[in-house]
């Protein structure tokens, strides 16, 4: 009876794995050929201010931060975030201010924030010294090609767009760990964008990159209104969706640095991110489970096993690594342009079955740490804080 249940829940997770594999390749053709940007005459394109709270060094900072001071955009600010003029993130900021004098830029200090989400109240802090009404909010850890401003401000200018956002490719700080996760960035990531682009459309933003206009923010209740929440990302584009603004995916792709390089730091950090999408999304997440391959291909070569039947388990087996091969290819190599993803994509495989690890952590537990404070997550995905002393499976974030 066991044997066939488990070979019963092989069946049933590879087909709807492979169900799955089917509609991102479907999502992604479709994508491709949508209507690309439109041109707009570089004289009509509106002033912009890319907002970039800062935290402290981090791998390949310089190189992230660089890479907007040579934007192809003919006017554009970069105003920078702190919350103390002792962060050494500025002496990095301050290098390239030397190095790239004729890029107007400012830095606010926000000081200890007030609301849970550290970066949004730095947001908040910052938007005020922003001299456009467009803005680009970016994390430091992206690194971007001179045309991203341009690409993605360019659906703003279509009022009934409230909110543009870009997917992501990962890049590796170092290590096993690291390149790792920067593959689930690469692969798994943008398979599930592409697939609710498709079937529902973006009612979400991505948190790496993200723009926007000043009216947009204050017809959701302006950056407060995401104060309380750790995926702000996901609540402001549903927010402007749920206010009758579209939420574009941009045809640009950003880089994403995985900075974790540890196995303690990397898959801490996921499980911090995947509880995050439990508390904002339950239903969606859920349903995540049934995305992944290698966990029924393990089963079903454990049940071709009972069974002794080394040629059905195998069998079995081989779909799931095949499965997700291909959709490394596809989607990590072929449409995120990651050339990792195509060099290691017999190692994908392995970041599906962790994370089918980190899916299953994630319900064990409603605590996160993140930036050394612990907060408990709620239904709909505020977090508060937790007094210190206070425990409950919670997970250690950066």
Not at 85 to 90: G, I, R, T
Request: glycine share 10%; aromatic share 10%.
């Amino acid at each position: 009876m066991i044997i066939r249940l488990l070979f019963l829940a092989s069946i049933i997770g590879l087909i709807s794995s492979t169900v799955y594999l089917v509609l991102v390749l479907e999502a992604s053709r479709r994508f491709r050929r949508a209507p690309r940007t439109r041109m707009v005459d570089p004289a009509s394109l509106p002033a912009v201010t890319v907002l970039k709270p800062l935290h402290g060094l981090e791998p390949y900072l310089e190189r992230n931060l660089e890479s907007f001071f040579v934007q192809n955009y003919p006017d554009f600010e970069l105003i920078f975030g702190v919350r103390d003029a002792n962060d050494p993130a500025l002496e990095v900021v301050e290098a390239l201010r030397r190095k790239h004098p004729d890029v107007k830029t400012g830095v606010v200090l926000s000081g200890e924030p007030e609301y849970p989400n550290a970066k949004v109240f730095a947001l908040e802090k910052m938007t005020p010294h922003a001299n456009s009404p467009y803005l680009v909010i970016t994390d430091s850890d992206v690194c971007v090609s001179p045309n991203c401003i341009r690409e993605v401000i360019v659906p703003l200018l279509d009022q009934n767009n409230g909110v543009v956002t870009c997917l992501y490719r990962g890049l590796p700080a170092g290590g096993f760990w690291s390149r790792l996760e920067a593959l689930g960035m690469s692969i798994e990531l943008p398979s599930g964008v592409l697939v609710a682009n498709m079937l529902e459309g973006m009612k979400f933003a991505l948190g790496p990159t993200m723009a926007t206009r000043k009216d947009v923010l204050d017809q959701i209740g302006g950056l407060a209104a995401l104060g309380q929440y750790c995926a702000d990302d996901y609540v402001l584009g549903n927010l402007a969706h749920a206010s009758g603004k579209q939420v574009v995916l941009s045809e640009h792709v950003v880089g994403h640095v995985a900075m974790n390089t540890s196995a303690h730091a990397s898959l801490t950090h996921q499980v911090r991110w995947m509880r995050s999408t439990r508390f904002s999304r339950y239903a969606g997440h859920v349903g995540t489970g049934l995305t992944y391959a290698m966990p029924f291909g393990l089963l079903g070569l454990l049940a071709g096993v009972l069974m002794q039947n080394w040629q059905l388990g195998l069998g079995l087996f081989a779909c799931s690594f095949f499965n997700r091969t291909i959709q490394a290819i596809a989607i990590g190599s072929f449409f995120i342009g990651d050339r990792e993803s195509l060099k290691l994509c017999w190692l994908y495989p392995v970041r599906d079955l962790m994370g089918f690890g980190v899916w299953c952590a994630s319900f064990m537990g409603s605590e996160i740490v993140w930036r050394n404070q612990r907060y408990r997550l709620l239904t709909g995905g505020k977090m508060v804080r937790v007094e210190s002393g206070s425990h409950a499976g919670g997970v250690v974030g950066n």
